[in-house]
């Protein structure tokens, strides 16, 4: 099945200790994404990769890192989490060509104490 | 940068009729791709529709269908025969054609659309 997967599903952290939330896709597309989603604000782009090793800044990058090593994989980390981190994350992934919209993976939901 | 505002927070509808949710853009591009998707309580975002904008018909996907006007930056989303199902949060969301200098997908803040039985 085409998918996005990422885990964890559930996350809760204290301030401070680093964190790794997991993302993959098996649909071999070259654009993947991170979006954080806030009541109210909708979803807001963290980061986004065009293919390995290109990524690209979106709106809200600060506080967190990713890197794009392989194709299939795209991890976000927050090396110091803080509770304004606390959000809904969502990775994505599409076919180059920005006509086509993202497939999504099922969530994480951070909370940061 | 381009925005994407959704002005109508919340919206219902009676089961059976048909609801119309407001998106409007801001953008200096002339081609971009547009898109609606909707997020049910499992959260799951879901592709409901997209719209190139170099073309002038609007799209349709069973009932569901936009209201595509360029000019005025306006893509609208027209939900036929409403059912329970489709009870959901509903976010607009733009596309630019680059995707490079901060500049990929941007999404409204999001429609919830009640389905009155």
């Known amino acids: 099945e085409a998918q996005v997967t990422q885990n964890p599903r559930y996350l809760i952290t204290v301030t401070g200790k680093k964190l790794t939330v997991t993302c993959s896709q098996n649909m071999n597309h070259e654009y993947m994404s991170w979006y954080r989603q806030d009541p109210g604000l909708g979803l807001r782009q963290i980061y986004y990769?065009?293919?390995?090793?290109?990524?690209d800044k979106g709106d809200v990058p600060e506080g967190y890192k990713v890197s794009r090593k392989e194709k299939r994989n795209f991890p976000l980390i927050l090396e110091s989490p803080s509770p304004n981190q606390t959000s809904l994350y969502f990775c994505?992934?599409?076919?180059?060509?920005?006509?086509?919209?993202?497939?999504f993976g099922s969530g994480t939901r951070l909370t940061v104490v | 940068a381009q925005t994407v505002t959704q002005s109508q927070p919340e919206m219902s509808v009676q089961e059976a009729e048909t609801v119309t949710l407001s998106c409007t853009y801001d953008t200096s591009e002339s081609d971009y791709y547009l898109f609606w998707y909707k997020q049910p309580p499992s959260r799951q975002m879901i592709l409901v529709i997209r719209q190139e904008a170099y073309k002038q018909q609007n799209a349709t996907e069973n009932r569901f269908s936009v209201n595509f006007q360029k000019a005025a930056k306006s893509f609208s989303l027209k939900i036929s025969d409403s059912q329970l199902g489709d009870a959901a949060m509903y976010f607009c969301a733009y596309r630019s054609p680059r995707g490079i200098n901060n500049n990929d997908m941007r999404f409204g803040a999001g429609t919830r659309l009640t389905v009155k039985p």
């Open positions: 994505a992934s599409s076919p180059s060509g920005n006509n086509y919209g993202y497939t």
């Open positions: 990769s065009m293919n390995v090793e290109v990524t």
